[in-house]
């Protein structure tokens, strides 16, 4: 079945700068690659996804690449602020193997005021 | 999403009882998931559903068993619970009428401690 890893588990930053977080998946039939942010005592939302018909999709501050041949995306956050602090997940779905939705073990971000 | 609701949202519970979590949405979504959620494990597929005919087991099943009464409810239930089923449970739901790639729309999750 679809395995997701997610790295790093852990990020601090400053104010201002940027943030990368790496997913890799191991179903190549993967075709759904949504980000969750979870705010400490907070359910998990959707923040961003994209589709693997789509290289790269952004959305002010956040964007995300996908890399089908390499199989791995990645979460981009510019000009982070306090707020972008949490725990981001990602995940893959593939349209076989029942629609599931398979996470990473998330990242917790730090942005240092 | 408060139309994905959860209750219990706190539960201590002792090794071996029986307990259920239940969920109800009024979202109209057909497609109902429990998730377990554990520190540097992410959210863990447990069960999922379809329709009201359907059940699927997900990433981890061993232990829970679950119950589609219609289709805005999804409950999940512990026959006996023990100390390692200590987490957050987060029910989800998501509509294929959005397309295959729709999002999960996450309830308010369920912390259960079984001591």
């Known amino acids: 079945g679809e395995n997701v890893e997610q790295h790093p588990s852990t990020l601090s930053v400053q104010e201002g700068d940027s943030a990368v977080i790496k997913c890799t998946y191991s179903d190549s039939a993967s075709n759904y690659f949504p980000w969750y942010k979870q705010e400490l005592g907070k359910r998990p939302q959707l923040i961003i996804d994209i589709r693997s018909n789509v290289g790269e999709k952004k959305d002010q501050r956040i964007a995300v690449t996908l890399n089908k041949t390499a199989k791995h995306f990645s979460l981009h956050i510019t000009e982070t602020q306090p707020e972008d602090s949490a725990v981001y997940f990602c995940a893959a779905r593939s349209n076989t193997g029942g629609f599931k939705t398979i996470f990473g073990a998330g990242t917790r971000l730090f942005v240092k005021a | 999403d408060a139309d994905v609701t959860q209750t219990p949202r706190n539960r201590i519970t002792k090794t071996g009882k029986r307990i259920m979590l239940e969920c109800s949405q009024t979202k109209g979504h057909d497609r109902m998931y429990w998730y377990r959620q554990d520190p540097g494990l992410g959210l863990r597929l447990i069960y999922y559903?379809?329709?009201?005919?359907?059940?699927n087991k997900g990433e981890i099943s061993d232990g829970y068993s679950v119950s589609r009464q219609a289709q805005a409810k999804f409950s999940l239930s512990l026959e006996s619970a023990i100390p390692n089923q200590t987490a957050l449970y987060f029910c989800a739901t998501s509509d294929p009428r959005a397309g295959p790639n729709s999002p999960l729309h996450f309830g308010n999750g369920t912390r259960l401690t079984v001591t």
């Open positions: 559903s379809f329709d009201v005919k359907d059940i």
